[in-house]
């Protein structure tokens, strides 16, 4: 194989594809991938077939690393295919780009790419834009498809989903649209139906896709009428139609399907939509650049328009729901309800009960009822107060020696983040300033100096998107300096490290893009951290000084407290002169009564929380939607087995099996021999351990899961 050495910013080597080994590449369907054509077409389509990614990634509303990353991977391809030649650098570095591209640096790190005369040449003999054109025969032919090259956005738009419905599990991870039938010309994302949804449809050679609210009709969903579930999300979009990602939309050709007024004042089943149209040619043909102009919204703008309409619609429902911290929440569920008052009223709450009772889906759904931003820590036996509050951290510094620095627990870190929402410091549009900012230095680099002692460095972007720190200095020692410090810093004026180079940086992106405070941040938010399984760790020494500042009645500043760390505190964290647990944080524990560790939670802790005990008869509605085929059956094994349970002495109501074991049964299409078998048995068993007739005992309640002589009344 040869092999072909390039200086490090040689970018105009020699061609080593023949125009003849282009034509056989391009033509190959079962080798060019969708990503592939279409990255080589957008190059194509430019002037001299030339642009830089960054001009391409605005143009067409990506990324310029997805641009890279289809060229790069096409590149290397092509170079594994022909299997005669690689190209080097002098440090030995392998490089791609030279297969397919000429290069001309701009500025800093910014190129211009050139297709190669060869390449091009091929791609205008083949009529390459138009016979690389996508064939659209249905609805189902084009959602295979977006299925198919989305990506990454299937298992984040589909978690984003389940953290803003409260699911207890993601729906189909394969599936961004479902679509289950030829005679319908629309589908919506999987698992959409009450709320805002991603839709799409084809229609008299014309795809519309955006966001959709339809009032059709729901199964499994009777306690509102079609309009009623969808009027919150509605009206979430009307006030956030200025918004900056809506209103980039709009500047890309997206707008409603019917008037405003006809939109405010929805009628039953009807399908509104405000999306985007683009039309197929008189072949049914779809050109790539279309093609991902539609992958590449879903993936951006719109996504993020989503979530917004979703946060919104539920922190307007919330909002109506409570007034005031204290008032009566009209929440449908008797359930939700009576948890959501315990909590307002006592700040701290423990939900007890038995395994598989879905305690920390309650805890999860009151947060969502109250609008609530909240944070889950699962506790476990070393769990410290270095991990809650803080604690010293061994870190590197700018000389790669280590040293220890304080860092932020779990629980410090949150309620400063509700110290924000109560202050009015939240930053509405950080994401999009961060992610162009981040652009820019890729592209351009970034050269800055220390505030004191105008040392200079450079910034770059590492793989995860974080501005990774170079010193002028002889080591050159790189420091990371993350996301999330660089918004800190913006939104509390507090460093969290790095202090030399994370204030320049702020302060730079401060002067150069346009920071907006959050307009719409509540005051009143409520912010909840859930402790599951709060007794498997020592709680004394998780909280430390916190005993004191948890309970209700010293919440705010006249709970602060000196913590042991307090000397070591630096001048920018708003907990200097002390720690308090910030009015509008409350507490939620989950525990199971019959766990070996119970003891730990002695009884000075347990007087600070109200105490809910959640049983397996209060949480059969978790089956409806999901066992429905089964759902009988289930509640009369269920009812048969937990009294079975408390006939055994020693046993109580504690000791139940929870509904959520039940849920099991799709994966074994309601086997519930198979149920018992791989989930219910072990468990009865370690109920059971130590009992002299444990053998005895175990098949008693066997028994009573087949419902031998079982009495329905029991029902």
């Known amino acids: 194989m040869e092999q072909i050495v390039v200086r490090s910013d040689d970018y105009n080597s020699e061609s080593q594809v023949t125009k003849e080994e282009w034509l056989k590449i391009l033509s190959d369907d079962t080798f060019m991938t969708n990503n592939y054509k279409y990255a080589l077409s957008i190059f194509f389509l430019e002037p001299d077939h030339k642009a830089t990614c960054k001009f391409l990634a605005d143009k067409y509303h990506t990324s310029p690393f997805s641009i890279s990353g289809f060229i790069t991977g096409f590149s290397r391809a092509v170079q594994e295919r022909l299997n005669r030649f690689e190209i080097t650098t002098e440090e030995g570095d392998k490089t791609y780009w030279l297969v397919t591209m000429l290069g001309t640096k701009v500025s800093g790190k910014l190129f211009e790419w050139k297709l190669r005369d060869e390449l091009a040449k091929a791609m205008r003999e083949l009529d390459y834009i138009s016979n690389s054109a996508m064939k659209i025969d249905s609805i189902g032919h084009l959602v295979s498809f977006i299925n198919q090259d989305i990506g990454g956005l299937k298992k984040d738009f589909l978690a984003a989903r389940k953290e803003l419905v409260g699911n207890q599990r993601i729906t189909n991870s394969k599936l961004l649209f479902k679509y289950d039938s030829e005679d319908r010309e629309w589908a919506i994302n999987e698992g959409a139906g009450t709320e805002v949804q991603y839709h799409i449809y084809l229609s008299d050679n014309k795809i519309g896709y955006g966001l959709g609210f339809n009032t059709l009709y729901v199964r499994f969903k009777e306690e509102k009428t079609p309009v009623e579930y969808i009027k919150p999300f509605m009206d979430a979009f009307i006030a956030l139609k200025d918004s900056n990602e809506v209103a980039k939309l709009a500047n890309r050709g997206f707008k409603l399907n019917t008037n405003e007024y006809d939109f405010q004042n929805p009628v039953k089943d009807e399908h509104y939509l405000f999306g985007r149209i683009v039309e197929l040619d008189h072949k049914q043909k779809l050109s790539l650049v279309d093609y991902y102009s539609i992958i590449n919204d879903l993936k951006g703008d719109l996504f993020e328009a989503y979530k917004n309409v979703f946060k919104l619609a539920n922190k307007t429902t919330m909002n109506e729901q409570a007034s005031n911290s204290n008032a009566q929440l009209s929440i449908t569920n008797p359930l939700l309800q009576e948890v959501s008052e315990l909590l307002l009223a006592n700040k701290n709450l423990i939900l007890t009960g038995a395994p598989g009772t879905g305690k920390t889906y309650i805890a999860k759904e009151v947060c969502k009822a109250l609008g609530a931003t909240y944070e889950l820590v699962q506790f476990h036996p070393s769990y410290d107060y270095t991990d809650f509050v803080e604690g010293l951290r061994p870190v590197q510094n700018e000389n790669g020696e280590v040293g220890f620095e304080l860092r932020d627990g779990i629980f410090k870190a949150f309620c400063k983040e509700a110290l924000k929402t109560e202050n009015h410091q939240v930053l509405s549009n950080f994401d999009e300033v961060y992610h162009k900012f981040i652009d820019d230095v890729s592209e351009n680099g970034l050269q800055l100096v220390t505030p004191s002692h105008k040392k200079p460095f450079r910034v770059e972007i590492n793989s995860q998107k974080n501005c990774k720190v170079i010193p002028d200095t002889v080591k050159q020692t790189e420091m990371a300096v993350t996301k999330q410090f660089i918004r800190t810093y913006l939104e509390t004026d507090r460093v969290t490290d790095w202090k030399p180079y994370l204030i320049p940086i702020c302060e730079y ?207």
């Open 509 to 715: 992106v401060k002067a150069n893009y346009d920071l907006r405070l959050d307009s719409v941040t509540d005051k009143n938010k409520k912010f909840v951290i859930i402790l599951d399984e709060i007794n498997r760790a020592e709680i004394s020494k998780v909280l430390g000084e916190l005993f004191f500042s948890i309970d209700s009645g010293y919440r705010g500043k006249k709970g602060k407290v000196k913590t042991q760390y307090t000397n070591l505190q630096t001048n920018e964290d708003v907990f200097k002169d002390g720690f308090y647990v910030p009015e509008n944080v409350y507490i939620i524990g989950t525990m199971n009564d019959i766990d070996r560790s119970v003891e730990s939670f002695d009884f000075a802790m347990r007087r600070r929380f109200a105490w809910r005990e959640i049983k397996a008869k209060d949480r059969l509605s978790m089956w409806d939607g999901e066992i429905d085929e089964w759902i009988e059956e289930a509640k009369a094994r269920l009812n048969s087995l937990n009294g079975s349970i408390e006939s055994i002495q020693g046993l109580n109501s504690a000791y139940h099996v929870g509904p959520a074991y039940f849920l099991k049964l799709t994966n074994y299409d309601g086997d519930f021999e198979a149920l018992w078998m791989h989930h219910l048995q072990s468990l009865l068993f370690e109920y059971l351990r130590g009992y002299p007739d444990s053998e005895q005992q175990l098949e008693q309640l066997k028994n009573a899961y087949d419902m031998v002589d079982y009495d329905a009344s029991n029902d």
